[in-house]
């Protein structure tokens, strides 16, 4: 009997999952730490972290940062000092997802509609749809920019949630603050919560963090993932009204949190340096990549994020493109079926001198893919 027959039988006698998970779509992910492949397709930190932090964590780990479970005060003190805003207003969560997931735990209903951009994060449509949620999607123009009158005519009575990552991943753009303050107009009418993702924010400069005092139902969400590179430790948090984050606080999992990622995330928060010239090391070496791109021909679309988009058909197709990046190891983002996104590819940026290597190739695979 072969694996497949066998695996066959056992499904046979399993229970059935939820109905919900019958409109839901996931494709697992290849694993590339033991390929030769240089990967700027996750928009992670790329560059290592400085010698002297590294030393810093070492000092500071110990056995009962392994061995206890994880205390959450030291932090939650570090971030409410580090946003100047109450302990009350803050959640840590174990990433922008876990916020997500207990934000869908505590306040999404069957039938209920969510709002999103599209194309946006792939897992709102996911937890939505996990929920038996309707998606209500709100899509780019060609141009990547969005129809405010037709985004405003969305948000009617039946919303629950609007999601706004901002800026959109993988769109790269800021959204205009007009529309988002016009946004949390129409959603406090119909008594609708905003979250709003910032996962990217420290790229941008733009936070709509200050506005919690004046808007209870707005909920903002960061991560430890990006600019602070803790991509492995899964730790965010969410910044709203003591009412919200308490029915989140009443859904989320006991030690949710490691100590570990603690740990990194106090260091990072004391040395505020490691965010702010990783954020300029992004913006050089996106410039140059930028600059290289145009002389290659090719593209370059401004993001407010540490990707750039480059849109590559009017020399060769993206599938091309990519599949030649990949022989030369180097893995980037792409294609899209998006319009706003077509003949694009996504380049996680990283310093300068990565940037010069990474231009050095693509110069090569452009070459070799037309």
């Known amino acids: 009997m072969t694996n497949e027959s066998i695996h066959t039988v056992q499904e046979s006698i399993l ?14 992910e290849a694993g590339t730490e033991t390929l030769p492949f240089i990967g700027l397709d996750r928009n992670e930190r790329v560059s290592p972290f400085p010698g002297w932090f590294m030393e810093k964590l070492r000092t500071a780990l110990t056995s ?7 205390l959450r005060d030291r932090l ?13 207003n803050l959640l840590l969560t174990p990433g922008s997802d876990g916020a997500l997931k207990y934000l869908f735990q505590a306040y999404v209903r069957p039938f209920d509609e969510v709002v999103m951009l599209d194309p946006s994060y792939a897992m709102y449509p996911v937890y939505a749809r996990m929920h038996q949620a309707k998606v209500v999607l709100i899509p780019y123009r060609p141009d990547r920019t969005l129809d405010k009158e037709a985004m405003l005519e969305r948000i009617q009575p039946g919303v629950r949630l609007i999601l706004l990552a901002n800026p959109n991943q993988p769109v790269g753009t800021l959204m205009d603050e007009s529309l988002l303050r016009a946004v949390l107009e129409q959603a406090r009418e119909i008594r609708a919560l905003v979250a709003v993702d910032e996962a990217y924010y420290p790229f ?14 707005l909920l903002v969400i960061r991560t430890f993932s990006k600019a602070a590179g803790l991509a492995g430790l899964r730790m965010g948090y969410a910044v709203g009204h003591p009412g919200v984050l308490g029915n989140l606080f009443k859904v989320h999992a006991a030690n949710d949190i490691n100590s570990f990622g603690i740990l990194c995330a106090c260091l990072v928060l004391e040395h505020p340096e490691i965010i702010e ?14 600059d290289k791109a145009r002389v290659l021909g090719l593209e370059p679309l401004p993001c407010a994020a540490n990707f750039l988009l480059i849109r590559v058909t009017n020399r060769c197709s993206p599938e091309r493109l990519i599949e030649q990046l990949k022989q030369r190891n180097y893995l980037v983002k792409g294609p899209f079926s998006a319009p706003c996104l077509q003949g694009c590819i996504r380049i996680t940026l990283g310093p300068p001198e990565m940037m010069t290597r990474f231009a ?4 090569e695979a452009v070459t070799a893919a037309v």
């Open 15 to 28: 229970p059935e999952p939820v109905p919900a998970l019958a409109h839901v779509t996931r494709v697992r």
């Open 277 to 290: 010239d990783y954020v300029q090391e992004v913006r050089a070496g996106g410039k140059l990549l930028s």
């Open 204 to 217: 941008s400069g733009f936070t709509a963090v200050s506005w919690i005092e004046t808007c209870p139902h």
């Open 64 to 70: 009962k940062t392994l061995n206890r479970y994880p």
């Open 360 to 363: 050095e190739v693509l110069a």
């Open 76 to 88: 939650h003190r570090r971030l409410a000092e580090s946003l100047h805003l109450p302990e009350e």
